[in-house]
């Protein structure tokens, strides 16, 4: 027997199988899976579940933030290896459980915002833009090179959502420095997530203003800036 010829006899089995046999093998499968393994399965369905969740539970998320915050900075995802000519390409699955998190809480955040429910989900992205820019600094992950890129989450739709949430929620000042650190590192990345646009398509006009006076001050650099854009 070919392994086509065995899956295709697998399946036929599966077919026949009652809902509850199905949903202990997924179960099954999913404990022996890694987190890449995981998330390429089962992530669309997850995140599709997420985007159209409107119950969730606000205190909930920022616990679950919370914890992986204090976590990620406790050193629970760092899991160093002596690097080598052959192992260089190998990454810990622990630095793939913080990625895969981390996409998740971004994703939950980012409906927090769709709900209205932005103070907390200012919150929430606080701590986890926060260990974002802290990547290369602190030993939250391992791995020969890491960044952002790493993550594989919708960075810009949870830049976008995060902005909406600032400018709900925070005076023009505050939404200055709340938002720096977000246009400084995009400035570092090549601009790869328009930050600077997505904050001119939303802000309230006293934001804009009291950024720009920023960006001059600090010398930030900012892609395609125009005046009166």
Avoid at 137 to 162: H, P, Q, R, S, V
Wanted: charged letters at 30%; proline letters at 1%; glycine letters at 4%.
């Amino acid at each position: 027997m070919t392994i086509s010829d065995k899956k295709f006899e697998l399946f036929n089995i599966l077919k026949k199988e009652k809902k509850e046999i199905l949903l202990d093998l997924l179960m099954s499968a999913y404990a022996v899976m890694k987190s890449r393994q995981q998330s390429h399965v089962f992530g669309n369905i997850l995140s599709k579940s997420i985007a159209t969740d409107k119950n969730l539970k606000e205190s909930k998320i920022l616990n679950e933030v919370n914890d992986f915050y204090k976590q990620s900075l406790a050193g629970h995802y760092y899991a160093p290896f002596e690097i080598n000519s052959k192992n260089f390409m190998n990454v810990p699955e622990e630095t793939d459980q913080w990625c895969e998190q981390i996409s998740f809480l971004l994703e939950k955040s980012s409906q927090l915002t769709k709900l209205g429910k932005h103070e907390v989900a200012v919150k929430c992205f606080q701590m986890l833009f926060e260990l974002m820019d802290r990547l290369g600094d602190d030993e939250i992950i391992f791995g020969d090179e890491i960044g952002t890129w790493m993550i594989g989450a919708n960075e810009e739709g949870a830049i976008k959502a995060y902005v909406i949430s600032l400018t709900k929620t925070k005076t023009a000042q505050e939404f200055v420095e709340y938002i720096s650190p977000l246009l400084m590192r995009d400035s570092q990345e090549s601009f790869s997530n328009n930050v600077y646009a997505k904050i001119k398509a939303i802000a309230k006009k006293e934001q804009k203003n009291k950024l720009e006076e920023t960006i001059k001050s600090r010398g930030i650099k900012i892609k395609n800036l125009k005046k009166g854009k």
